[in-house]
């Protein structure tokens, strides 16, 4: 049985902070991306403004509903558990729904932001370029397959809680495994788009670097959970994913 190799961890660690660190700096030092980061910062302010649009105007239809229905003679503790519920509900839906919203509409920003630091910082190409409408339908495909792994994560991890102790434990252990790999899906998808790969074949290319990339996705998909920072720090991530890649390809 393989031992775990906690240098190895830490160090992977450190340089998962090291190259968000990196893919601050060369934001700042680099006027070449700052008109592409603008763009997918102004689409990330529409997406969360679409989103509490279409999530207020959900919960204000649910809650007119459910009132309507209590009528009826409800214990008070009832009906605050009920609306409590659908609260939790709205959120968890808005978070989904921002993600998803924000993934499609910046996409094409993103493919084009990795063939431009690709070529300019590293001589190379990253693939056959893709119109506007093509980077469109492929994100919208990816984003129904992603959605449908985040459900099933949510499916397999719900009932974990009815279970003392243990159960919180391995609720949180899938829950940060799905962070890692959704926020691997969504960094790299502008570069893995390049190259063809297909969803199975970009889950697999994250599954298949747990030590080198995971502690990055793991700390990048923390830092762009944050709401409102999010707009900034999911672009600025996006940049030091393209820049790791090439370290890690270059290592490879």
């Avoid at 190409?125 to 992603?146: C, D, M, N, R, Y």
């Avoid at 990055?216 to 999911?234: A, D, E, H, Q």
Wanted: net charge positive; hydrophobic share 55%; proline share 5%.
């Amino acid at each position: 049985m393989s031992r775990i190799n906690i240098p190895s961890i830490i160090k992977s660690c450190l340089q998962s902070l090291g190259a968000i660190f990196t893919g601050v700096k060369f934001f700042l030092q680099t006027p070449l991306v700052w008109s592409y980061v603008f763009v997918a910062v102004l689409l990330n302010i529409l997406s969360v403004i679409l989103t509490v649009l279409i999530v207020v105007f959900g919960l204000t239809l649910t809650v007119n509903f459910i009132v309507t229905a209590l009528q009826v003679s409800v214990a008070p503790a009832v009906a605050m558990i009920v609306y409590v519920l659908i609260i939790l509900l709205g959120i968890l839906v808005a978070a989904l729904l921002f993600n998803i919203l924000s993934s499609i509409v910046t996409a094409p920003i993103y493919g084009k932001l990795a063939e431009v630091m690709t070529i300019r910082e590293f001589g190379e190409h990253l693939g056959p370029s893709q119109s506007v409408w093509q980077e469109l339908i492929l994100s919208i495909s990816f984003q129904a397959k992603k959605s449908v792994l985040i459900f099933g994560f949510l499916l397999l991890s719900l009932p974990l809680n009815l279970i003392p102790s243990i159960g919180q434990v391995a609720f949180l252990l899938i829950n940060l495994t799905q962070l890692v790999l959704i926020t691997g899906l969504d960094l790299y998808e502008p570069i893995l788009n390049r190259q063809k790969l297909n969803f199975r074949g970009k889950l697999a290319y994250i599954l298949a670097r747990p030590t080198e990339l995971w502690p990055f996705l793991l700390i990048s998909g923390l830092v762009c959970s944050i709401p409102i920072i999010n707009i900034l720090t999911i672009p600025i991530c996006t940049v030091a994913a393209i820049l790791y890649s090439r370290r890690l390809n270059s290592s490879g």
